[in-house]
């Protein structure tokens, strides 16, 4: 479980393919208070650490994580937001997180708004019902509220309000239009979702 305030911006040193695809990233994280087998969210995707060493750990990336992550994501030079398992009496600064993406959103726009960006994205209609104004949404792992929300003949467009500090804290600060990005529903909507779907029968 996470919350998806980010606690380093890490950057794959060496992929490597094999059965899966084995994925080495650098990380400021002290990781000998990190176990094997532990958790750690890489901009957005709850992987398991199989390796580590002084300033990078190892994870092993499947067929299925590598087919709904955002294209281009797992490799080399790639910088990933990254966010240790929550423990026990932490902070829930952000909201409830899964590390499980939902989709992947296309980047449509980005408009400075002050020191801020309004960062517009583009969802297909699966996650549309999941997308509300003032709603949460984890983008790249980033805990965001949704500020708008736009269905469309071609789906459906919503925008975040990225402060400078996010910029700057994550790779948010850099997102292009036309760039891909892991999307994760609030985890709430997901179960009403399924609620009303069984109460409708």
């Not at 084995?22 to 995707?45: N, Q």
């Not at 992550?69 to 997180?97: C, F, P, Y």
């Not at 960062?119 to 949404?137: C, D, N, T, Y």
């Not at 708008?148 to 850099?174: E, K, M, W």
Request: glycine content about 12%; hydrophobic content about 40%; overall charge negative.
């Amino acid at each position: 479980m996470f919350t998806g305030i980010i606690t380093d911006v890490g950057a794959i040193r060496q992929v490597e393919r094999r059965g899966d695809v084995r994925v080495v990233v650098e990380t400021a994280f002290d990781t000998d208070t990190v176990d094997l087998g532990a958790s750690i969210a890489c901009s957005g995707v709850c992987l398991t650490v199989v390796d580590k060493g002084p300033g990078w750990f190892a994870v092993d990336v499947s067929g299925e994580t590598l087919s709904r992550t955002a294209q281009g994501q797992w490799s080399a030079g790639r910088r990933l937001n990254l966010e240790r398992a929550m423990k026990l009496g932490d902070e829930l600064g952000g909201h409830i997180v899964t590390g499980h993406v939902d989709g992947v959103a296309e980047v449509v726009g980005v408009y400075p708004e002050g020191d801020s960006k309004r960062i517009g994205f583009s969802v297909s209609r699966e996650l549309a019902p999941f997308l509300a104004p003032k709603g949460s949404v984890t983008v790249d792992g980033v805990s965001l509220t949704v500020n708008q929300v736009d269905d469309r003949d071609d789906g459906t467009h919503f925008s975040v309000n990225v402060i400078p500090h996010t910029q700057t804290a994550t790779t948010l600060g850099d997102l292009q239009p036309g760039q891909a990005v892991n999307i994760e529903i609030d985890v709430l909507a997901r179960y009403l979702q399924r609620m009303e779907h069984y109460r409708g029968r």
